[in-house]
Structures are given as structure tokens and as C-alpha cells.
């Protein structure tokens, strides 16, 4: 079974353009995860969809938005890119989101802000 | 508020020797709890989970964690460390009503000296 996909894996933009991650679960799952790791603030939770659903959100600016297609694959969008965006964005699957689930993560997207 | 502390950020124990890492949650009802993996350049991989049953749960790799309602911990232990387990290691906590979303601590950086 393949696992959780992201592409693209690294990405460099400038301040001010805007960007779009993709994220492709495990097949069968339903529900995607999204966060982001910096070192300084660590893992942060930014938003959950199920069955194309924003069932969740963190506390991140509506700079950072997403969707989820009819397939479950997921993307994030981030306007207006900042220089505070440089982070390793990751994004996990599982099979519906419930807590006791087990949650699989993916390799993450480095993005890199100029 | 939700919140998951690892008091230790940098680790080194020999390899060969026992390892015990330590997470404080702090959640109002009952807690699932997680430990992750992650290896430079990737994603997390779970290493276990508790969300109720037995307060000793076994995981991948050798590694076992016991959940103590009293102290509000969660600490990750295996009783010999090989040069492979060099990684950081993240605790996190997530809850009934939370679906997906998980709070991560800051991670413990474990390194192995031969």
C-alpha cells in the first residue's frame, strides 16, 4: 500500500507570491492533516479535512487555506507569502479522524521564502 | 487548554544503554496519546498510541510507553538504544472532540554515541 504523498517535495518563492502543496493519502482514508514545523515553533496543527469538509482549524492567518477533492487528495494554499512561511509543511492521513486512529504523515514539502 | 511538554530537548545516551523520554500533557478529559519518530528529511512515524486499556503499550522498534493518569505523563522508554535510534522524537495529545487535530510537543533530540 503507498503511503502518504506530497509534492512538490521543495519549493522556493519569493515574499508576496503564493503557493500550493499537495497532498495525496493513503487510499482508503478519508480525513487529511495538515501542519506546519518550524524550528521555533515546533509542529502546529493547521487544519483538518473530511469528505471535502473543513472539519477542524488551527490558529493560523486566512492566509493559509485549503480544500479537499472527491478523491480525498488534499491541497493548501498560503497567499502572500511571508518570510515567516519558510517551514516544513507536512500533512497526515487517516481513515476517518478519529483520535484513537492511527494518523501516517508524509515526507512534507520544504518551502523555502525569499 | 490542551498542551504536551518534553522537558528534555537534547538527549545522548550510549548505544547499548536504556532510554527514557519524557512527555507532561495537560488535557481535561481523557487524553490519546501518541509518540512519533522523525528521521532528518522526513516525515513522523508513529511509534505508538494509548487511548485506553492497559497503561503499558507496546510499540515498533522495541520501544514501550507507559501512560500515568496521576502525573499526567506519557514517557517512552526501550530498554537498549541502537545507533539507528538517533532521531527526534515527538510526543502529542488529541482528544474525542478534536477529530484529527494533534497537539505536539517540542520534540527531544536523541543522539548515540558508540
Known amino acids: 500500500k503507498a503511503g502518504v504523498t506530497q509534492t512538490p517535495r521543495y519549493l522556493i518563492k519569493t515574499r508576496g507570491q503564493q503557493v500550493t502543496l499537495s497532498c495525496s493519502p493513503i487510499?482508503?482514508?478519508?480525513?487529511v492533516s495538515w501542519y506546519q514545523q518550524t524550528p521555533g515553533q515546533g509542529l502546529q496543527f493547521l487544519f483538518e479535512?473530511?469528505?471535502?469538509?473543513?472539519?477542524n482549524k488551527g490558529n493560523f492567518p486566512g492566509r493559509f487555506s485549503g480544500r479537499q477533492f472527491s478523491n480525498s487528495r488534499s491541497e493548501m494554499n498560503v497567499s502572500t507569502l511571508e518570510l515567516g512561511d519558510s517551514a516544513l509543511y507536512l500533512c497526515?492521513?487517516?481513515?476517518?479522524?478519529?483520535?484513537?486512529?492511527?494518523?501516517?504523515f508524509g515526507p512534507g514539502t520544504r518551502l523555502l521564502v525569499l | 487548554a490542551q498542551s504536551v511538554t518534553q522537558p528534555d530537548i537534547h538527549i545522548t545516551v550510549s548505544e547499548g544503554a536504556s532510554l527514557e523520554l519524557r512527555c507532561n500533557y495537560s488535557?481535561?478529559?481523557?487524553?490519546?496519546l501518541f509518540w512519533y519518530v522523525q528521521s532528518p528529511g522526513q516525515g513522523l512515524q508513529l511509534l505508538l498510541k494509548?487511548?485506553?486499556?492497559?497503561?503499558l503499550v507496546q510499540g515498533i522498534k522495541g520501544f514501550e510507553a507507559e501512560f500515568k493518569r496521576s502525573q499526567s505523563s506519557f514517557n517512552l522508554r526501550k530498554p537498549s538504544v541502537h545507533w539507528s535510534d538517533a532521531a527526534e522524537y515527538f510526543c502529542?495529545?488529541?482528544?474525542?472532540?478534536?477529530?484529527?487535530?494533534?497537539?505536539f510537543g517540542q520534540g527531544t533530540e536523541l543522539s548515540v554515541k558508540p
Open positions: 502529542a495529545v488529541g482528544g474525542w472532540n478534536q477529530g484529527g487535530k494533534l497537539i
Open positions: 479535512y473530511f469528505s471535502e469538509t473543513q472539519r
Open positions: 487510499s482508503g482514508h478519508r480525513s
Open positions: 488535557y481535561g478529559a481523557t487524553p490519546y
Open positions: 497526515a492521513s487517516s481513515f476517518t479522524g478519529r483520535p484513537e486512529e492511527s494518523q501516517y
Open positions: 494509548y487511548f485506553s486499556g492497559d497503561t
